[in-house]
């Protein structure tokens, strides 16, 4: 009986739905995460009459044929990049991006990282890093003598040094954008890598045309919305709750069948 394995892929399918919210709502304050969204596709069909099939010697056509669906697959977990809030915090360390664009980061290995999480510190040597100490590209050191540090919404930044006047500008910010930033691939730690689906990295400074601006002492919360997020789990609930009532009303036929007599 079909229906048993396709109710346990629809099942299945609900689980992925299920881990996929569960994964949004325990990140709804993570720093610049974007929500993800699963996709599902159907399964092979099984012809059972194909449909164009000749239906007689006349050169008659079957319109529409006999095709039996076998059920659901994952296609694809998709990242949705929409814009998160602008949480002030007045550190003036904390960058958010206001519009497209990823702060590029550097990695041990020598790999370049990307992230739209700015929660910003300074290292022992004066480098802007990252809460785990990787340092932000183009590295940017900041004068041990600073009283103060101003980044402008360019990515410009600059330090307030004691005896003097003006501020100096001790470095540039730029931003990364890609033609599909659903294919970057997540490796943790507000990290994403470029990877071929995602396509080369266009660096530019920030504001420029088709690049988001730099907001200094703000962050960018998540993009969750956690009241579609319940509603969607409550459906994914009640669509494994419909699968497994296909089991288990197949398995009843099952049953009768076998208390005949």
Known sequence: MRSLNIGATGMLAQQLNVEVISNNIANMTTTGYKRQRAEFQDLLYQNMRRVGSASSDAGTIVPTGVQLGLGVKSAAIYRLSGQGNILQTENPLDLAINGRGFLMVELPNGDTAYTRAGSLQLSADGDIVTADGYVVQPGITVPEDAQS????????????????????????????????????DAIGNNLLLETAASGQASVATPGSAG????????????????????????????AYEMNSKVIESSDEMMRSVTQLR
Do not use: H, K, M, W
């Open 211 to 238: 690049y988001g601006t730099i907001l200094q002492g703000a962050l960018e919360t998540s993009n969750v919305n956690v009241v579609a997020e319940i509603t969607n789990l409550i459906t994914a609930q009640r």
């Open 149 to 184: 540090i101003t980044i402008n919404e360019s990515g410009e930044v600059f330090a307030d040094l004691a005896g003097q006047v003006a501020p100096q500008r001790v470095g540039q910010l730029e931003l990364a954008n890609f033609a599909n930033e659903a294919g970057l």
